[in-house]
């Protein structure tokens, strides 16, 4: 006779089909959280896999940056007198270009700063860090918006909205990780967990807030990026040396 299972005992529930494709931990994965060998490292070789992708996808996206500027069109025989007055007339594109590059390379430290704490990679936290990296590679399509239509209000929103969606795509991974203990190594305290959760969010906020700053003024805007990047890693410096 079939067996029926006792009254007020539940049956434990299967796993979706798309949650255990996708985020649940398999062989390949179990065998691969075997740890990498070096100084100071205790590692997954997921792990390593994660920060080699993001690191190329930063590349890329810095590099991606330079191609909003255009070299200067001038006929040969007036290249000596046009020439330099064209180049300073790109002042803001180059303006807009360091100022990018700077951001890229400000999420760049801020993301090898939290991997240095993870110790293993599982697929929800490469889909997490999958995402902020597509939000990385959309920063030079936003910086380009940017330089070509900096006096429209749409254009200011995507490109400060994307440096916003930026930082809190990278909270997120480094709330996610620091939340799970197996991801996360034994030594990082409760207080550092606390200090780069509470920043991440402080810096998403200040971003969001820039779009309105950048409706009365483009460059007021622009200070209040140049200023929360300085002293984001004024405060960085300050708790890593305080914690040391």
Request: charged fraction near 20%; charge should be positive.
């Amino acid at each position: 006779m079939p067996k029926f299972p006792a009254a007020g005992r539940r049956r434990p529930r299967r796993a979706s089909l798309l949650n255990r494709i996708y985020f649940t931990r398999g062989p390949y994965e179990e065998r691969n959280m075997r740890r990498t060998e070096g100084p100071g490292r205790d590692r997954s070789v997921e792990t390593a896999r994660t920060e080699a992708f993001s690191d190329g996808v930063f590349s890329i996206a810095a590099t991606l940056l330079v191609l909003n500027l255009e070299v200067p069109s001038v006929p040969q025989t007036e290249a000596a007198r046009e020439l330099p007055r064209a180049v300073v007339g790109l002042a803001p594109d180059l303006l807009s270009y360091a100022l990018s590059f700077l951001v890229i390379l400000s999420f760049w430290m801020a993301h090898r700063g939290s991997l240095r704490y993870i110790t293993h990679a599982n697929r929800r936290l490469s889909w997490l860090n999958g995402l902020f990296l597509m939000v990385i590679a959309f920063i030079p399509f936003s910086t380009g918006l940017f330089d070509r239509y900096s006096d429209d209000s749409f254009a200011i929103v995507v490109y400060a909205g994307s440096l916003a969606l930026a930082r809190l795509m990278l909270t997120a991974v480094w709330w996610y990780a620091s939340a799970d203990p197996a991801l996360i190594h034994e030594g990082v305290s409760p207080r550092e967990i606390r200090f780069h959760r509470l920043n991440g969010l402080a810096v998403s906020l200040v971003f969001a807030l820039s779009i309105g700053v950048a409706y009365v003024s483009v460059w007021a805007a622009v200070i209040v990026w140049i200023t929360l990047f300085v002293v984001d890693h004024a405060l960085l410096h300050a708790f890593e040396a305080r914690s040391a």
